[in-house]
């Protein structure tokens, strides 16, 4: 059953992922609404359903994770070549490691910092590396 539950929530993730997506924005729009839609997920991570599942139940947390980090690299990656090809982006940025950074910065940083602000900084860090001049 909760795994099942999991699966709800991969996905409404999925779907508002595809919503922001749908909206057909230029490639720097696109990805800050996509950060602001885990900025929400992540508001309250340690009273939210994801916290208790790590915490309870961390094998189908850890399945769940995999899932959400793999459906949101292919739309990091998009947005990346989507970014280099409108050219909001630097051709010669390495799209995986940006790609790799960019999801822990989602996941692992959001979930792991009390902070804002340093998640805040270390994006910025990431569009400072990936951006065009």
Not at 83 to 89: L, R, V
Request: proline share 2%; hydrophobic share 40%; glycine share 2%.
């Amino acid at each position: 059953m909760i795994e099942e539950g999991t699966e709800v929530v991969h996905q409404k993730i999925h779907a508002l992922m595809e919503e922001v997506i749908s909206q057909n924005h230029n490639a720097i729009a696109e990805n800050f609404q996509m950060r602001e839609m885990f900025k929400q997920m992540f508001q309250s991570f340690d009273q939210s359903p994801a916290y208790q599942l790590k915490k309870h139940y961390p094998e189908i947390y850890e399945k769940m994770m995999a899932n959400e980090i793999e459906d949101c690299s292919h739309f990091f990656r998009s947005n990346i070549e989507k970014g280099i090809a409108e050219g909001f982006y630097r051709k010669e940025t390495d799209i995986e490691s940006a790609v790799k950074f960019y999801y822990t910065l989602i996941f692992s940083i959001n979930e792991n910092t009390m902070m804002e602000k340093d998640a805040y900084e270390l994006e910025k860090r990431l569009w400072n590396i990936i951006h065009a001049p």
